[in-house]
């Protein structure tokens, strides 16, 4: 098992910048997939950004390419997603993902509670 929290979300001005973090427990964090979701109220969870186990890939949706960065670091078992020029289109419930076979928007093994991310215009 392992165990996914994130934390680092909250009220932002557009504009405006927040980084996101996600401690992971359990079995080793290295040898997963690590990813960001959202879900917007009245919309389906969408896929965010993703990150290899080794850090040398990462992937992301077109809609935040370019504002987004996802970072880990393997030795504090925690992933991050730097998030600048925040949108108000960006307010959304945050969530961690974790899979040790797929990258991207069909990764699935592990789900943190998620996070909230406001963005006020």
């Known amino acids: 098992q392992v165990q996914l929290v994130e934390s680092g979300g909250g009220l932002v001005q557009a504009g405006g910048s927040l980084r996101l973090s996600c401690a992971a427990s359990?079995?080793?964090?290295?040898?997963?997939?690590m990813g960001w979701f959202r879900q917007a109220p009245g919309k389906e969870r969408e896929f965010v950004a993703a990150?290899?186990?080794?850090?040398?890939?990462?992937f992301y949706a077109n809609s935040v390419k370019g504002r987004f960065t996802i970072s880990r670091d393997n030795a504090k078992n925690t992933e991050y997603l730097q998030m600048n020029s925040l949108k108000p289109e960006d307010t959304a419930v945050y969530y961690c993902?974790?899979?040790?076979?797929?990258?991207?928007?069909?990764?699935?093994?592990?789900w943190g509670r998620g996070t909230q991310v406001t963005v006020s215009s």
């Open positions: 993902a974790a899979d040790q076979r797929r990258i991207g928007k069909l990764m699935d093994d592990y």
């Open positions: 359990g079995r080793t964090f290295s040898s997963y997939h």
């Open positions: 990150i290899s186990w080794s850090g040398e890939s990462t």
